[in-house]
């Protein structure tokens, strides 16, 4: 009988992840029909973690990229290097992808510089074909190759978000904050904090994130409340955890941390 490849993931290590909808039966399909595929959402809402568990339930290697604005397409094709006295080519995580099959994840995509669309367009249509131009080779990606690329909607300008020619070659889907009682799982999950506690932190999460847009740029994260209830956990003062937590890493104004650290107070 034919093992499915997540069934035949029980055996092996997969990283924790609570599915919200149906995303995992989304990327299986994608995977499966060599479909390329586009995660937005703010960012620690799980993202990276998803693509993880994904990987290793389906048993593939993952060559995660954070992009940045200075990752050019040599950063993920390969360049020559000197090696020994030797000038040897080295495939970049891309190129290792394509080459040995696995999944390829580039996050925040749209940091990078505007020649890696051009290394993606031939990747992100039917041809899957990965050119090296410095090598004089054309790859065509296997059958388990898979490119899956992530950005943040909330804070991109207009001269960073993805043309349409390039975000119409991907299946996409939107990530957000997991509803409270999912989101209280995973808190209590990650931090082994109890659930009650977790539950008044997500609780809090709420009115911190209503606050998004009129002094803050983004929301608190999934991971920072993961954060503060580790810290909980680790026998650190509520407040104190809070602060590092939840008010620090959101705003430098000390007005803002003043109105967040207020809504801390109401609710401890
Ligand atoms: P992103 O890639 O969206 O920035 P991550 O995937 O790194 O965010 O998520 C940050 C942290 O939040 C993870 O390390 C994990 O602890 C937690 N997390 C968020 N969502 C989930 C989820 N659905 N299942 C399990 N853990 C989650």
Redesign the pocket.
């Known amino acids: 009988m034919p093992v499915s490849p997540l069934a035949a993931a029980s055996e092996r290590e997969v990283?924790?992840?609570?599915?919200?909808g149906n995303e995992c039966g989304l990327f299986d399909q994608a995977f499966r029909q060599r479909l390329p595929l586009l995660?937005k959402?703010?960012?620690?809402?799980?993202?990276?973690?998803?693509?993880?568990?994904m990987a290793a339930k389906l048993g593939k290697p993952l060559f995660t990229v954070s992009c940045h604005d200075d990752l050019t397409a040599a950063d993920l094709t390969g360049r020559y290097l000197l090696q020994g006295g030797e000038t040897r080519w080295v495939d970049g995580p891309l190129t290792r992808a394509v080459r040995e099959g696995g999944i390829c994840y580039l996050?925040e995509v749209v940091e990078a510089r505007k020649d890696v669309t051009v290394v993606l367009h031939p990747l992100t249509d039917d041809r899957r074909l990965l050119p090296l131009e410095r090598t004089g080779e054309l790859l065509e990606a296997p059958d388990d190759f898979m490119l899956v690329v992530?950005y943040?909607p909330g804070y991109q300008h207009i001269l960073k978000s993805l043309k349409p020619s390039t975000r119409q070659r991907f299946l996409a889907m939107s990530?957000d904050?997991?509803p409270p009682r999912?989101?209280r799982d995973?808190?209590a999950?990650?931090s082994g904090l109890a659930a009650d506690q977790c539950a008044a932190l997500v609780n809090l999460a709420a009115s911190l994130r209503a606050m998004k847009g009129q002094d803050l740029e983004e929301g608190v994260?999934?991971?920072l409340?993961?954060y503060c209830a580790t810290l909980i956990q680790g026998g650190m003062p509520i407040l104190e955890a809070a602060r590092a937590t939840l008010v620090e890493p959101l705003s430098d104004d000390a007005d803002v941390q003043e109105g967040l650290m207020e809504a801390i107070h109401a609710t401890f």
């Open positions: 990283p924790f992840y609570e599915s919200v995660l959402g703010p960012t620690g809402c799980g993202k990276t973690r998803f693509v993880s568990h996050d992530s943040n990530f904050f997991p999912v989101e995973i808190v999950r990650e994260s999934t991971r409340l993961v």
